[in-house]
């Protein structure tokens, strides 16, 4: 039997997907494979709403933290992803299209 991973979602503004991100993760709550757990900020994304919920998922300790939210070049989600880093938990970013400016290219 493998182990239960730990996913969470810190979710910073709003996009399209943002509502239903953890539910396309388990949608029907049977999945035995995962744990899910979800902070948010509402429809802010300022530094101290980012600071605030990503601060909340560390503590939760998650094995995968998947980050949703537009404007990732803003001050909020630009410090948000910078402790998930500090803290060692992979990250996975869905956002908008300008957020492609952030990614390295090789």
């Known amino acids: 039997m493998s182990e239960t991973v730990k996913v969470g979602i810190v979710k910073a503004g709003c996009i399209g997907v ?5 539910i396309l993760l388990d949608e029907r709550a049977d999945r035995t494979d995962i744990d899910v757990r979800v902070v948010g900020s509402g429809a802010k994304l300022g530094l101290e709403q980012c600071q605030e919920v990503t601060d909340i998922m560390i503590k939760q300790k998650p094995d995968l933290a998947i980050f949703v939210g537009p404007a ?20 996975v970013v869905i956002s908008d299209s300008p957020a492609k400016k952030l990614t390295k290219r090789s």
């Open 18 to 22: 943002l509502p239903l991100i953890e």
């Open 72 to 91: 990732q070049a803003a001050p909020g989600p630009t410090e948000a992803r910078r402790m998930l880093a500090e803290a060692g938990i992979p990250t």
